[in-house]
């Protein structure tokens, strides 16, 4: 019996070293509830950044709105970092929040840019950028966690993080994030 319980050990031990040289990690071994609690935590870290990149977007100095933004995005990849048990490195994300967003310029920086630099406008750019500036700060930061939740949901980290494989996906990502900021806007 003690020699069987001794090579059931060893077996277990050779298939988890087995399995996480083919790149699984230990994550898939995780219980199903203990999945969704994790992803129900990361929903909760996203919704709870995004209402704080919708205030920053009201902000009504230009270029001050623009950096609380970003350090709501920061805090926020830092927060989702900490849940997966992932190593935050500050610099590392910088870079790869300032390649991911730039990769849609149109729709990222470039519009909360453009809305930003209204607010210098007297009146109209004023109201336009508090209306506009809001929901992309939003959005953008919407679809960012789930990009980054998705990556780390899979075992990834910011190392192995590559913006040119993820810009599709942040894309799509931030076109849905744009309807639930706007409805998310409008509740109390």
């Known amino acids: 019996m003690a020699g069987e319980a001794t090579k059931n050990e060893r077996t277990e031990t050779s298939t988890k070293q087995e399995s996480m040289a083919d790149g699984v990690e230990a994550k898939s071994e995780i219980p199903s509830n203990d999945v969704r ?5 990361a929903e909760a870290i996203i919704r709870r950044n995004v209402l704080w990149a919708l205030v920053a977007g009201v902000l009504p100095v230009p270029a001050v709105d623009l950096v609380a933004i970003k350090g709501t995005q920061l805090k926020m ?5 900490d849940l997966y048990e992932v190593r ?3 610099d590392v994300a910088k870079a790869l929040l300032g390649t ?6 149109s729709v990222g920086v ?6 930003g630099l209204a607010k210098f406008v007297p009146v109209v750019g004023s109201a336009l950028g508090i209306i ?6 939003g959005a953008t930061t919407h ?9 780390f949901e899979t075992g ?7 913006p040119n494989a993820m810009r599709s996906h942040f894309r799509s990502e931030l076109e849905k994030a744009k309807r639930t900021v706007a409805t998310m806007r409008q509740e109390p």
């Open 37 to 41: 609690a994790r992803e129900s935590r």
């Open 77 to 81: 990849l830092k927060e989702l970092a």
């Open 88 to 90: 935050f490195t500050q």
């Open 100 to 105: 991911l967003i730039s990769s849609t310029w």
């Open 110 to 115: 470039g519009t909360t840019l453009g809305y």
């Open 132 to 137: 506009s500036t809001p929901l992309v700060a």
């Open 143 to 151: 679809a960012l966690g789930k990009v980054f939740m998705m990556h």
């Open 156 to 162: 990834g980290t910011f190392l192995d993080f590559d």
